[in-house]
């Protein structure tokens, strides 16, 4: 099984580079086609071919990741962030080729891969090891449910990706006019975003290869049931060097970095739990090394990124865009309704003998299932079409995000275990 599993993440390894090679092909088809000495449609075409094999190799080599690792793990590997996270991945590139296969729509390769290769490089941030199923999700549901919702909040992914592609068609970013200027703002606002989840990625993987560690060791004051003061002690470990450490502690062991051998801050008393610290610690780092980044892009390009991504985009319909929105959302909605809530909903029965428990998980699902149910009835019943229908998808998205991910690592609740 050691073998199955090492194989498991060579094919894991092989998808990921086969992804950033296609990613680069659909860069070459794109904006290539303005150089070819060819006709641009055929330079287009070829290279879109190319693309979207090389792509579509990637996707044979995840579904080999998936389900050898099945296999050697004997359950489906969605079980925890990494296992969960590579299997949304996994998922992306099955909607995006779905979609692609009904529009072929070059151009959403360049905006699909991307988010594919972030979304399994933050899988590969969390532990890779095999773990044992807890009871809870010792069930056939584990299958059933997770795979659906996952599979629904894909398609969800492609409809935000051909949503920010409607934006950056249709806004003119040399128009100077007060409501061009917010549109403009908040198209650079959300590449911002962007920019800084891969800030966040970059600089995780190199603190861990440079190996940093720091250590605190945190006491907190605490009432117990007779109401005497009880003092407890946790040790907190960073890999990241600490701009804020846990309130109430002490430097146990801290690397220096860039001349720095002491916390500069410490966090607020009122941010509680022995992770708090860690997780502000984390947000920080990724505004300071995402802002960094977006202005080295910016100093390069010698111009916002929506303006240089704008020409990109002419001799696309935006209405093929618009149309590619909604029907991935509309093939989504259905599919997540049945994973998210539905079969969500049976397993909490049989695993705590109560369909709804207002956990902040669940919460959070119902909250995504009324987003996009209000997505469908504003575009379906008040003809929210254009720039509205592209916001509401590239703002969706956002909402998916923090269920899947805000609220495993920062709220406390039922589905925890999914983050470690």
């Not at 941010?271 to 780092?285: C, F, H, P, Q, S």
């Not at 240089?308 to 319909?317: C, F, K, Q, S, T």
């Not at 575009?379 to 998205?397: E, M, P, Y």
Request: proline content about 4%; glycine content about 6%; overall charge neutral.
């Amino acid at each position: 099984m050691n073998n199955l599993l090492a194989f498991s993440g060579d094919a894991f390894v092989a998808a990921f580079f086969l992804y950033c090679f296609g990613f680069i092909f659909y860069v070459i088809a794109v904006a290539g086609r303005r150089w070819s000495n060819r006709d641009p449609q055929q330079h287009l075409k070829r290279w879109g071919r190319i693309a979207f094999v090389v792509s579509t190799l990637g996707l044979a080599a995840h579904l080999t990741f998936f389900f050898t690792r099945w296999i050697g793990a004997s359950h489906i590997p969605t079980s925890n962030m990494y296992e969960f996270m590579s299997f949304l991945g996994m998922a992306i590139m099955i909607a995006f080729t779905v979609i692609f296969a009904i529009y072929r729509t070059t151009l959403l390769g360049m905006f699909a891969l991307p988010l594919t290769i972030i979304i399994i490089t933050y899988a590969a941030v969390f532990p890779q090891e095999v773990q044992p199923l807890i009871p809870a999700l010792d069930s056939i549901w584990l299958y059933i449910h997770v795979t659906t919702a996952a599979l629904g909040e894909a398609f969800f992914a492609v409809g935000f990706a051909a949503g920010l592609m409607y934006l950056l068609r249709v806004i003119d970013f040399k128009d100077r006019s007060k409501g061009a200027r917010r549109q403009q703002r908040w198209a650079e606002f959300s590449l911002y975003v962007i920019v800084v989840v891969v800030a966040f990625i970059v600089t995780v993987f190199a603190f861990r290869g440079a190996d940093y560690q720091a250590e605190f060791l945190q006491e907190t004051l605490s009432i117990d049931n007779r109401g005497q003061e009880v003092t407890s002690s946790d040790t907190v470990e960073y890999n990241m060097p600490p701009i804020v450490k846990p309130y109430n502690s002490d430097v146990v062991q801290m690397d220096s970095f860039l001349g720095m051998t002491q916390p500069l801050l410490e966090t607020p008393s009122w941010m509680e739990g022995v992770d708090a610290a860690r997780k502000l610690n984390t947000v920080l780092w990724s505004i300071i090394t995402g802002s960094l980044l977006y202005g080295l892009l910016r100093l390069v390009l010698r111009r916002p990124l929506g303006a240089a991504l704008h020409p990109l985009m002419e001799g696309i319909d935006p209405d093929d865009l618009d149309e590619i929105t909604y029907r991935s959302i509309a093939i989504g909605f259905p599919i997540f309704t049945l994973g998210a809530l539905i079969f969500a909903m049976i397993w909490a029965e049989i695993a705590w003998s109560r369909f709804w428990g207002w956990d902040p998980k669940e919460v959070w699902a119902l909250i995504t299932w009324l987003y996009y149910s209000a997505y469908l009835h504003l575009r379906l019943s008040r003809g929210w079409q254009g720039q509205r229908s592209a916001w509401l998808a590239v703002i969706g998205f956002v909402v998916v995000m923090f269920t899947l991910i805000g609220v495993n690592l920062v709220i406390a609740g039922l589905h925890s275990y999914a983050g470690v």
